[in-house]
């Protein structure tokens, strides 16, 4: 039970937290303001969260940190997807465009989104400096690795792109999503998270205060998590299942963005917008 219980809290928040951000990001665009408005003001609990903890080592502490850590980084999910937080580039590459010149493009697509996760990695880590509670610094700078080791896998190539759970309004991220068998980085990528969440799952066995044991076992379900998250994009397995309940109908999404607020660019829009 010591180990069980985190390892379900941890599944449980990132299958209901990623859902949530898919639901949200499908919905009108008229919800858009309301949830990065939702989102902002639970990472600025989550900080606060962070900062008055400090001190706390309790199991309590420990939970509380850990959850504040994913909610930080959610905020930097939903901003991205919403289309509030993403780059100076608004459109698709040219076909044909590879290599160096691609990967800058990614990068001016996303160059915004990139920068507001270090500037949060900055200020959490400034909360919790000299603190014993880090869980929640090491939850998001967990997440960090995670994304950004999907990221960079799915631009490489991999057989399973899930270009489905990209919103229509963000239609210009699908063109640095590439479907190939295999790319250099992927065995790199699920050794380097294999062995790391076995050793942080050493850590929970060998450490005998309960609320370490908690937070290891928070920590090497995450990391396992990244993990089957990157086998599962080499996998042909039907991954939307998983969230459809968080996929609403993209139809009737898509319909509303004909009152578009000035803030997106929408020109991917004027093609059709149902996958």
């Not at 939850?139 to 631009?155: C, E, K, P």
Request: some cysteine; glycine content about 8%; hydrophobic content about 55%.
């Amino acid at each position: 039970m010591d180990y069980a219980l985190p390892i379900a809290f941890a599944l449980c928040l990132w299958w209901f937290s990623t859902g949530l951000i898919f639901y949200l990001d499908q919905l009108p665009v008229r919800t858009f303001r309301w949830s990065m408005a939702g989102a902002t003001a639970l990472l600025l609990a989550s900080l606060y969260v962070i900062w008055s903890g400090g001190a706390d080592v309790s199991l309590w502490g420990v939970y509380a940190a850990f959850t504040a850590g994913v909610i930080a980084w959610g905020w930097q999910e939903i901003s991205l997807y919403t289309g509030f937080v993403t780059g100076p580039r608004k459109h698709r590459c040219a076909e044909g465009c590879s290599g160096w010149r691609h990967f800058g493009h990614a990068i001016g697509v996303n160059l915004w989104h990139e920068m507001a996760i270090i500037g949060v990695a900055v200020v959490i880590a400034a909360l919790s400096w000299g603190n014993e509670n880090q869980w929640g610094l090491w939850s998001y700078l967990l997440l960090w690795v995670m994304h950004l080791s999907a990221r960079l896998n799915v631009f490489l190539g991999v057989r399973n792109v899930s270009e489905e759970f990209v919103p229509a309004h963000m239609e210009v991220l699908k063109s640095f999503l590439t479907r190939k068998p295999m790319n250099l980085l992927f065995p790199v990528s699920v050794t380097g998270g294999t062995i790391g969440a076995v050793l942080l799952f050493q850590q929970a066995m060998s450490a005998s205060d309960p609320a370490a044991v908690a937070g290891f076992s928070l920590l090497a379900a995450l990391a396992s998590l990244a993990v089957v998250e990157h086998w599962l994009l080499m996998l042909p397995l039907p991954v939307e299942k998983l969230f459809r309940w968080s996929l609403p109908a993209r139809r009737d999404a898509a319909k509303s963005r004909k009152s578009n607020m000035p803030h997106f660019d929408y020109t991917a829009l004027k093609t059709n917008l149902t996958p």
